[in-house]
């Protein structure tokens, strides 16, 4: 079964430092992996996708298939990332499975 | 902006009612998804239409159904209301194939929030 887990409801760090946030799967093949971010009055929008091995405002995911993780990182953080900040996996059968979110809070 | 558009924004019904809820996909994306949203939850997949088909569900019961039409457009219709169907609605579209997995980038419309008293 495709299941999605971010273990922390509620994440806050002071600006400037390190930020990680958690997610890990469950998925028997090779999973298609995203984060998706909503900020504040703002819809849904994707952040990044492992595929692209991109980084989108400083912000970078691994995907580790041994620890079945694929957690989110930002080296300094800004207060402008403050948001809801979900994990998703695209596996068989066109659905695209949300972990329950983590709401991140940048302090000044 | 993603040229996703939902309507209504907001709606109140009674429980055993019928609703439909509509969605406007950004124009060229002929795959839209449906999710419920429930407070505190990440979305849930109900289904996909790709090219006017159902191409996916997840699990919600029959009286959860859908329609896409040639313009883009699509609607959810939700029968025989009940009081746990009250979350947010969200309409996402995308480019899509229609293939099996899926790595496409989800445009997601603003919702419509359903309340089921």
């Known amino acids: 079964a495709q299941r999605v887990t971010q273990p922390e409801k509620l994440l806050s760090v002071f600006k400037g430092a390190p930020v990680e946030l958690k997610c890990n799967y469950s998925y028997s093949g090779s999973p298609e992996l995203f984060w998706y971010v909503q900020y504040s009055r703002q819809r849904l929008q994707l952040l990044l996708r492992h595929i692209s091995r991109e980084s989108i405002k400083g912000f970078t995911a691994d995907l580790n298939k041994g620890e079945t993780s694929f957690h989110l990182k930002k080296p300094f953080a800004q207060e402008e990332d403050s948001a809801m900040y979900y994990c998703?996996?695209?596996?068989?059968?066109?659905?695209?499975?949300f972990g329950a979110g983590t709401r991140l809070t940048v302090k000044p | 902006e993603t040229g996703v558009t939902q309507s209504p924004t907001h709606l109140i019904k009674t429980r055993g009612q019928q609703v439909t809820l509509r969605c406007s996909s950004q124009s060229g994306h002929n795959t839209v998804s449906w999710y419920q949203q429930a407070l505190g939850q990440g979305p849930q997949f109900i289904f996909q239409?790709?090219?006017?088909?159902?191409?996916g569900r997840g699990n919600f019961p029959p009286r959860f159904s859908g329609l896409q039409f040639p313009n883009y457009s699509s609607e959810l219709n939700v029968n025989a209301l009940e009081l746990d169907d009250s979350a947010l609605y969200l309409c996402?579209?995308?480019?899509?194939?229609?293939?099996?997995?899926?790595?496409?980038?989800?445009?997601f419309g603003s919702g419509t929030q359903l309340s089921v008293l």
């Open positions: 239409y790709y090219r006017e088909e159902e191409n």
């Open positions: 998703a996996l695209s596996g068989w059968g066109n659905d695209m499975r």
């Open positions: 996402a579209s995308s480019l899509g194939s229609g293939a099996g997995s899926s790595n496409e980038k989800l445009f």
